[in-house]
T-cell receptor, first 113, second 115 residues
Framework: GAGVSQSPRYKVAKRGQDVALRCDPI?????LFWYQQALGQGPEFLTY????????KSGLPSDRFFAERPEGSVSTLKIQRTQQEDSAVYLC???????????FGPGTRLTVT | AQTVTQSQPEMSVQEAETVTLSCTYD???????LFWYKQPPSRQMILVIR??????QNATENRFSVNFQKAAKSFSLKISDSQLGDTAMYFC????????????FGAGTILRVKS
């Protein structure tokens, strides 16, 4: 079956541009997460959805970062006025319910020039 | 706040030999899960093994096993009969059930299996 998919896989943005990163979780998965992974580091939590409700956004680094999941399936992470420090791989993950296995997507590598 | 520490930035092992990756964590909670994830070069993160904190028995998955020492807050991964395909970055991760399902990751250990 299909896993978690993300698009685009690679994105180059000029500083100051807005970007939108898409995540398609596994069908039926209730929980959806976004993580940010800097080069050579472990992923860091950004935000968590349970269906369409954003239950935790404590990891979003600034108000330039915004995430949504309006119908409880596909999610979009938007970064406004990108900065060089936003360059990272953005990972999306989903799980069927609380405490169950988390499945990761391939990530979107964002490079801000 | 929970923290996860992986003190070995890089490890190498000969094919067919055994290697142990270290992980320690800090939490005041009792109800949590611990994980090891594998991230091959340019490929996505996959789960290697999972341990529930309330279980005393160490988890095993084929060639992979853990040594879970709850009092010491230690969670090491042993890979037996190492294979070239085991070459990857390995992340130790913590999940506190009281704070949703979010994972707290360590900085990772690069494992290189040599032929």
């Amino acid at each position: 079956g299909a896993g978690v998919s993300q698009s685009p896989r690679y994105k180059v943005a000029k500083r100051g541009q807005d970007v939108a990163l898409r995540c398609d979780p596994i069908s039926g998965h209730v929980s959806l997460f976004w993580y940010q992974q800097a080069l050579g580091q472990g992923p860091e939590f950004l935000t968590y959805f349970q269906n369409e409700a954003q239950l935790d956004k404590s990891g979003l680094p600034s108000d330039r970062f915004f995430a949504e999941r309006p119908e409880g399936s596909v999610s979009t992470l938007k970064i406004q006025r990108t900065q060089q420090e936003d360059s990272a791989v953005y990972l999306c993950a989903s799980s069927p319910m609380s405490g169950r296995r988390t499945y990761f997507g391939p990530g979107t590598r964002l490079t801000v020039t | 706040a929970q923290t996860v520490t992986q003190s070995q930035p890089e490890m190498s092992v000969q094919e067919a030999e055994t290697v142990t990756l270290s992980c320690t964590y800090d939490t005041s909670e009792n109800n949590y899960y611990l994980f090891w994830y594998k991230q091959p070069p340019s490929r996505q993160m996959i789960l290697v093994i999972r341990q529930e904190a309330y279980k005393q028995q160490n988890a095993t998955e084929n060639r992979f096993s853990v040594n879970f020492q709850k009092a010491a807050k230690s969670f090491s991964l042993k890979i037996s009969d190492s294979q070239l395909g085991d070459t990857a970055m390995y992340f130790c991760a913590f999940m506190n059930m009281e704070y949703g399902n979010k994972l707290v990751f360590g900085a990772g250990t690069i494992l290189r299996v040599k032929s």
